[in-house]
């Protein structure tokens, strides 16, 4: 925005649609994602990779790869530079003979084209010592445990009262068990890194372009592994082309490329992942098998509420999605207790993805709630409200803010609700069944520490805002924007905002919905010191770094976002294959800072339900340990053609307690109920309850009427 | 880079003389499955040989009232053509039915009844495959199946073939023009694709050095009706699950002719010669549609997890018939 001249007057951006600031260079080609940064004399890596799921490398032929013309080092476990931590396993790569999970890396080849490094690592013979294995999840599997707490830093159990007291003496009840299966977050843009170590001279010891969520937060774990101090690690990560909770942490990719470039000191080593390897290299959600019991007296009021979760982490590195954490915030009940036990299997580490842990835990839950409407003969929408706290059910925090009831109300009136015929009853349109469904959604405001930005006075009133924040294709580089130009009262026009560099002040990655929400606050915070230091009339070059102030709400106040989702659903008859034509969501997400782009992540998130409702299921087999279908043409998102009307709309509410914008988080929230809402349609369409997603044509065919 | 040598083709003869003249060769077109089968490591020609620039992109109008289509049109302009949508209004919605616009604009007419299964062991070198490594055995078998064969497999492979413009082509009865070291050829469509048998790694009759130039498509009553479902698991982008293409000429409510044919559920575009049979003759009703479905899938072997198939095969063509016989194309 260089050049521009002021044009408005400054306090206002908050709640403008602005378009993307970043929206011409991407469109043009001149944003740069890390594969296309520009590397002087590049080489090329390709992967070897284990095609057994537990055991040990016996040895590994090299010869035939080594003598390709082009090929510069093939690295294995024999000879790649050692690591400096084995704290965590998922990245201590080639440092011994184990093989953990099925595709794990083995080796590399590393050449002066992706061709030639891609021949020459199929030349790679790798023998093993094959070791039994298994990948199948199983709710009484012998070995399953009770981790010490869910992700982040949750509860593991919960209870209160006596459920089963409860559930004996209740009017209706609800018992079934609900199951989601192994999901793949397939952003766009492959897990791509760029590694040159030594860097140039002023860039650090390591230098690396990187597709991720956060530069400081990534840093912080590569840089020890790698036996560096954090300022020594510079990584440059301005665009992403979407990550959905991959791109969060360090993966072995990264240290694979580390490692290799250690190898070759001073060039750039170059990494793109194939579709392929992402679906066992770049992390994936558990399945989940949920077993839901509500109980409610005759008039809907929930007396009980247990949600009892088994789902898979691997064997080698712990991670516990906090699937039934939801269920402790959506409704009242005397009676309540929830539960997650793992199994530990021989699969790749599973990680956060996509509303981890409110996504298939909503989806138990909300159509349990559909189920239970059915069984009081009741609106599933007045059964929700019905059951509306007063205060945070388990913790007895009082809510900063709660407005679900309005959404429900005003959803339902966006929808047509009133128009749906009784229920099991659904509609027929010539060889289509048609039904309508609706959810709940909600998704927490996580507080989070350690952010600090910097505001810089340029010459003709601009102003530099600096923090190591990232867009994922998300919005971040507007709404930031937006809010520093408010924070500082100048004119948008009038800020060069930079982000995605770890050279700029530290801040927390993208994730947990909280994005926005961490770095505006740090903005404001920074945009006060700077203006209480230097007035609105700063001198060129003054400067200013503010950090993010302790969130006073939190432990106080229950902090969460919430929504309604609605979902029209048409059920081939003949063929039993599904469509949404329509859907309505709408949110209390608190003051929405850009509703252009908001409302592009809340349709977003909104289809991603949709592809957890119809689509994606990773299949594993369990003889090989792999993910069978694991490419674009078989693990199945939306096309274009499966997404219909997708109206989405939230409550201008703001919520006064957890941020100094009024905003809440927007990313993940559309995802949560969508999947439900589209299953209980389903079951309002056709008759037929299916609980395992995604729901297919199979699992209904035969069963129309 | 795959060390391979490359052939532009200058013409029929040129091409063909030196494919048949090296055994580890392969013609490229469109490229869309062959090139991803390069890199997947699926298959590894010593030599390319392009055709793509071989003048085989024209639609012509045969003697007889038919129509030649080039081996090299692309998919999208055949779903185009006014003929093709005019006469052979089913070919069309299949082509239309299947991949994307951007691979329909590469995908030529011949490359289309060469593409290989997708069958998720077929298309991974880590996993055994006789198709792709005859003796190594079947991971279907015992493994991911919802997508594989419920008609005319053997014990050493279950795979299905995936085009949807096959499909139709089986129930036009086409004839596929081919050039080879030995000279010319037809071969009706339904002949061309092989059942898997004990030889899974052949999917046709070429032999090496064979060449598809042309398709020929016969004349198509103009009272006959016809059209083409397709069943899958999103809207668009996906092969077919199953896939029904039918032709029906009533009069006076019997049927008198029914050309049929399934895809999805086999080795090859499956011709039901069964069930045409037991329609003509019939009256033109629900009864007699199913009737003819069951006739068909009478000696449907069906994997458990491909058993769905059954069902949902039956119940597109039941559809599909009921649907032309009423006059409403489904």
Known sequence: MTGTPPTREPGHESGRPRERLDGPAKVAGRAPYAYEQPAEDPLFLFPVRSTIARGRVLWVDTEEAAAVPGVVAVLTHLNAPRLASRDDLELWVLQDDEVRHHGQFVGAVIAGTPEVARWAASLVRVEYQREWHDVVLRADHPERYRPDHVNPSFDTDTSLGDVDEALADAAATVDQTYRTPVQHHVPMEPHTTVVRWPGPADLGAVAMYDSNQGVSPIRKVLAPLLGLDPDQVWIHSPHVGGAFGSKASPKAHHVLTALAAHLVPGRPVKCALTRQQMFANAGHRTPTIQRVRLGADRRGRLTAIAHDVVEHTARFKEFAEQTAVATRTMYAADNRRTTHRLVPLDVPAPVIMRAPGEAPGMFALECAMDELAVALGMDPVELRIRNEPDADPESGLPFSTRHLVRCLREGADRFGWADRPPAGQGRRDGDWLVGFGVAASTYPLFPQQGSSARIRALPGGRRQVEIAASDLGTGTWTALTQIAADALAVPAEAVDLVIGDSALPSTVGAGGSSGLSIWGTTVVAAARAFRDRFGDDPPAGAEEVGELPENTAVGRYALHAFGAQFAEVRVDAVTGEIRVPRMVGIFDVGRVINPRTARSQLIGGMTMGLSMALHEESVVDPRFGHVVNGDYAEYHIPTNADVGDIDVSWLDEPDPLYNPMGSKGIGEIGIVGTAAAVANAVWHATGVRVRDVPITPDRLLGRLR | ?330
């Not at chain 2, 060449?211 to 397709?230: E, F, G, N």
């Not at chain 2, 006076?252 to 003509?280: F, M, S, Y």
């Open chain 2, 1 to 330: 880079m795959i060390p391979f040598d490359y052939h532009r083709a200058t013409d029929v003869e040129d091409a063909v003389r030196t494919a048949a003249a090296r055994p580890d060769a392969a013609y490229l077109a469109g490229g869309t499955n062959l090139v991803d089968h390069l890199r997947l490591g699926i298959t590894s020609p010593g030599l390319l040989v392009d055709v793509s620039r071989l003048p085989f992109d024209d639609i012509d109008r045969l003697a007889d009232g038919g129509v030649r289509v080039g081996a090299g049109v692309r998919n999208s302009d055949l779903a185009a053509h006014p003929a093709i949508r005019r006469d052979y209004p089913m070919l069309a919605a299949a082509l239309l039915a299947g991949a994307s616009w951007q691979l329909r604009n590469l995908a030529t007419t011949g490359g289309n009844l060469l593409q290989r299964t997708r069958c998720a062991y077929f298309q991974n070198p880590a996993t055994p495959c006789n198709k792709r490594e005859p003796g190594s055995g079947c991971s279907a078998l015992a493994g991911w199946q919802r997508h594989h064969a419920i008609l005319g497999a053997s014990e050493h492979c279950v795979a299905v073939h995936p085009s949807d413009m096959a499909v139709p082509l089986a129930a036009l009865d086409a004839t596929v023009r081919i050039t080879g070291p030995g000279g010319n050829r037809g071969v009706p469509l339904t002949a061309f694709h092989r059942l898997p048998g004990d030889e899974p790694q052949r999917d046709t009759v070429l032999d090496h050095g064979e060449l598809i130039t042309a398709v020929d498509l016969p004349r198509m009553p103009p009272t006959t009706r016809s059209a083409y479902r397709k069943v899958r698991d999103r809207a668009s982008y996906a092969f077919a699950l199953v896939s029904v293409a039918a032709t029906l000429t009533v009069t006076d409510g019997v049927v008198r002719d029914a050309r049929i044919a399934l895809g999805g559920v086999a080795h090859k575009p499956w011709r039901a010669t069964r069930a045409e049979e037991t329609l003509r003759g019939a009256a033109a009703r629900a009864e007699s549609f199913r009737a003819a479905a069951e006739a068909e899938l009478a000696e449907a072997e069906p994997l458990p997890g491909s058993a769905f198939k059954t069902t949902m095969v039956r119940e597109a063509l039941v559809s599909v018939l009921t649907g032309l016989a009423e006059g409403r194309p489904r």
